[in-house]
């Protein structure tokens, strides 16, 4: 379960190569990774909001009630679980002139894997300090920019400049998605939360 995580982190190219040849399955790599992954994220934000609460450093902290945070989280995990499927159909579809584009399925696995530094880097969540959320979600996404480049050219069977191209549209695309799947959660947020909290968080 989850046996991939050190390699991606550690020594990319070689755990590429090795994920490349099982040929897993979506329902496999969504099922002993992403769903495992993904609640990171999620758990780390719950305990977060809900017990410390988010701050801007050095002003009070806004936190959700329980009821909030656990539906709001469960909105965050569905959400997580779409972008992945997003992604990889995105890369999909940008890969349509290659001849040797894999099939829809092998390139939302290929998203699942490369989405790893995200997920990790939810885990400073757990005391979402805005600040320090944003310099994690940076580190994660210049990781995930590093798995794609390392990984793109042997998935698609393309050299190393076709593969920084296709990479760095994927992400500035997957970019987009990020914002919007982190909009729509401060979206779910606010219309979730106590009019108070709202008012103090835009005040």
């Known amino acids: 379960m989850i046996n991939h995580?050190?390699?991606?982190?550690?020594?990319?190219?070689?755990e590429w190569r090795a994920i490349n040849e099982e040929h897993e399955s979506v329902s496999?790599?969504?099922y002993h990774h992403v769903l495992w992954m993904a609640a990171i994220p999620v758990v780390s934000t719950f305990i977060g909001t809900t017990q410390f609460g988010w701050t801007f450093g050095g002003e009070a902290a806004i936190k959700v009630s329980y009821a909030d945070g656990l539906g709001l989280g469960l909105m965050f995990y569905a959400l997580i679980l779409v972008a992945v499927a997003l992604v990889g159909s995105l890369i999909h579809w940008m890969a349509r002139n290659?001849?040797?584009r894999p099939p829809r399925q092998e390139c939302i696995v290929f998203a699942g894997y490369i989405a790893t530094p995200?997920?990790?880097?939810?885990?400073?969540?757990?005391y979402p300090m805005i600040w320090l959320c944003l310099l994690a979600v940076v580190?994660?996404?210049?990781?995930?920019g590093y798995l794609m480049y390392r990984g793109i050219p042997s998935f698609l069977g393309i050299n190393n400049k076709q593969g920084f191209i296709?990479?760095?549209?994927?992400?500035?695309?997957?970019?987009?998605?990020?914002e919007a799947l982190l909009a729509a959660v401060v979206l779910l947020w606010s219309l979730g939360s106590d009019h108070s909290i709202v008012w103090s968080f835009f005040s």
Do not use: C, N, Q, R
């Not at 995580?5 to 070689?14: S, Y």
């Open 118 to 126: 995200m997920f990790l880097s939810g885990l400073v969540a757990v």
């Open 28 to 30: 496999h790599m969504y």
């Open 139 to 144: 580190v994660g996404v210049a990781y995930t």
């Open 166 to 178: 296709l990479s760095s549209t994927t992400l500035g695309v997957g970019i987009l998605i990020l």
């Open 5 to 14: 995580v050190w390699g991606l982190i550690h020594h990319p190219d070689k």
């Open 98 to 100: 290659h001849p040797e």
